[in-house]
C-alpha cells in the first residue's frame, strides 16, 4: 500500500536508512536501559536518568553545589534537542555541559523521519509538552539548547505550544536559548527570504540540508548524485506535506523570536549553514525586535561538532548567556525569589 508519494513503507524507510545512518530512522533510541551510564571518561561522572516518554529522557544533576548563579537550580531545566545519529557517548557529553553545573537536562531525541515527513515532529511537540506539562511542573525556569535538525523540532514545539489552548504558561518558563549548527540559507526556502549577500548562490534551505547530510556520509560522487536526485524527487512530490511544512516552519522562526538571550554556533565551512544568514538574522531581530542576540562563527568547524573542537571557548560562550539570562535587570535573580 502507497504510503505517501507512490512510496510503500518499505521504500519510504529505506530512502531514509540510505540518507541517514541505519541507527537512526524509526530504530534509535536513548539505550539508557540502567540506572547508572557508562561515563565517557574520569572527567565525567555517572549520572541518574529516566525516561519520561518514548523519546524523551530526564539526565539529573549529580549535585548542585558548583552552581555559581543566585537562582535555585533545582528550578531550571535544560532542553536539549539532539542532531540526527547522536550517539549516547556524545549526548552525554554535551549534557554534561550542564549537569556538572548543577542542572537537570531534558534530553529529545531527533529522528530522521521528523525531517523526511515532517508531521511526526508535530507528534513530538505534544509528547513534549506533556512531559513539560505533567513531569515538569516543578521547574520555573527553560533553557533550550538543540543541534541541527534539534532546532527544526525546537522551532515546532514552540509553534505547538503558542497554539496550544492552556499552554502559555510552559512558554513564559523559557529564559535563554542555544542555536549549534542551524541549517541556514537565503533566497527561496531559505531562513531569510531575501537574496542572498552579494557573490553568494542562492540555495533552498532544503536542498542544503540534503546535500550536507550526504556529504557526511562520505558516499562517492555518483552514489552522492543519486541520493541528492531521489530526495529531491521525494520531496518534489510530496510537497504539499513536506516543502510547505518546512516553509511555514522557517517562516514563523524568522518572523516570531523568542525574546529572550541567545545564542547562536556556526563555522565558515559548515556544507548546512551560510553563516552570513545568521549574522544577518541576528541583525535584523536585533534591530526589529531588540532583544539580545549573540553569534560565534568559526573559521573551521565541523557541523554538529563545535563543542568537540572547541570546548573552552563554547563553555565560555555558554556562561556568557547565563550571564546575560540570571544576571541582566529582567533575569529572574532580579525578581521575586518567592518562586523559587
Known amino acids: 500500500m502507497a504510503l505517501v508519494g507512490g512510496l510503500t513503507k518499505g521504500q519510504f524507510e529505506r530512502l531514509a536508512v540510505t540518507l541517514f545512518p541505519s541507527q537512526v530512522f524509526l530504530r534509535n533510541r536513548l539505550s539508557f536501559e540502567t540506572k547508572h551510564s557508562k561515563p565517557m571518561s574520569d572527567s565525567i561522572p555517572k549520572v541518574n536518568h529516566s525516561r519520561l516518554s518514548e523519546r524523551c529522557h530526564l539526565v539529573q544533576a549529580p549535585e548542585r553545589e558548583s552552581w555559581p548563579w543566585p537562582v535555585n537550580p533545582t528550578k531550571v531545566l535544560v532542553v536539549m534537542l539532539t542532531w540526527l545519529g547522536a550517539k549516547d557517548r556524545h549526548i552525554l557529553r554535551y549534557s554534561h555541559l550542564y549537569t556538572k553545573q548543577g542542572l537537570d537536562v531534558l534530553i529529545v531525541k531527533s529522528e530522521a523521519k521528523d525531517f523526511i515527513w515532517p508531521r511526526n515532529s508535530i507528534a513530538l511537540a505534544e509528547q513534549v509538552h506533556n512531559v513539560l506539562e505533567n513531569q515538569m511542573k516543578e521547574y520555573n525556569h527553560i533553557i533550550s539548547h538543540s543541534m541541527s535538525v534539534g532546532s527544526f523540532n525546537w522551532t515546532v514545539i514552540r509553534r505547538y505550544l503558542k497554539q496550544k489552548e492552556n499552554a502559555e504558561h510552559i512558554c513564559q518558563k523559557f529564559k535563554g536559548q542555544i542555536y549549534d549548527s542551524v541549517v541556514a540559507g537565503a533566497g527561496k526556502g531559505g531562513l531569510l527570504d531575501e537574496s542572498p549577500a552579494e557573490g553568494r548562490p542562492e ?21 552522492q548524485w543519486m541520493i541528492e536526485s531521489l530526495t529531491k524527487a521525494y520531496f518534489s ?79 565560555s560562550l555558554q556562561q556568557e548567556l547565563f550571564k546575560e539570562i540570571f544576571m541582566s535587570k529582567e533575569s529572574p535573580a532580579h525578581r521575586v525569589k518567592s518562586n523559587l
Open 237 to 315: 512530490v510530496t510537497k504539499r506535506s513536506t516543502v510547505r511544512f518546512y516553509e511555514k516552519a522557517l517562516k514563523y522562526f524568522r518572523e516570531e523570536p523568542l525574546h529572550i538571550p541567545t545564542l547562536f554556533l556556526t563555522s565558515r565551512d559548515d556544507p548546512m549553514c551560510d553563516a552570513s544568514v545568521l549574522e544577518r538574522l541576528v541583525d535584523i531581530w536585533e534591530e526589529e525586535h531588540n532583544f539580545k542576540v549573540s553569534i560565534k562563527v568559526w573559521d573551521n568547524s565541523p557541523h554538529a561538532q563545535h563543542y568537540l573542537h572547541h570546548q573552552e571557548e563554547y563553555e
Open 203 to 223: 540555495v533552498h534551505a532544503l536542498d542544503r540540508m540534503v546535500h550536507g547530510i550526504v556529504v557526511s556520509r562520505k558516499l562517492g560522487p555518483k552514489m
